[in-house]
Nanobody, 115 residues
């Protein structure tokens, strides 16, 4: 059984920073990709950043230059460093981990940015 667990959300003022952490565990030695999606209030879930095994990392245009995704493949963990946060970054952030056949999701962690 595979589990994906996030931590690190919270309330921050605009311009501030937060760091999200995510750990994948279970019967998977290594995930093909790990990253983060988010779902703002009343909106669809959207990609924030994802790191693919082999080295590439993709970011949503809205977070480029502000967010940094780092991955420890050996430990199946990813971290999302979020700087210069804006009110429009307010959302539930979901960690995701992918194998060749399935995508797994965490429960989500709330990030709220006040203006």
């Amino acid at each position: 059984q595979v589990q994906v667990e996030e931590s690190g959300g919270g309330l921050v003022q605009a311009g501030g920073s937060l760091r999200l952490s995510c750990a994948g565990s279970g019967s998977v030695p290594r995930f093909n990709a790990m990253g983060w999606y988010r779902q703002p209030p009343g909106q669809q879930r959207e990609l924030v950043a994802i790191a693919i095994s082999g080295g590439s990392t993709n970011y949503a245009d809205s977070v480029k230059g502000r967010f940094t995704l780092s991955r420890d493949g050996a430990k199946n963990t990813v971290y999302l460093q979020m700087n210069s946060l804006k009110p429009e970054d307010t959302a539930v952030y979901y960690c995701t981990a992918l194998t060749a056949i399935k995508q797994y999701w965490g429960q989500g962690t709330q990030v709220t940015v006040s203006s």
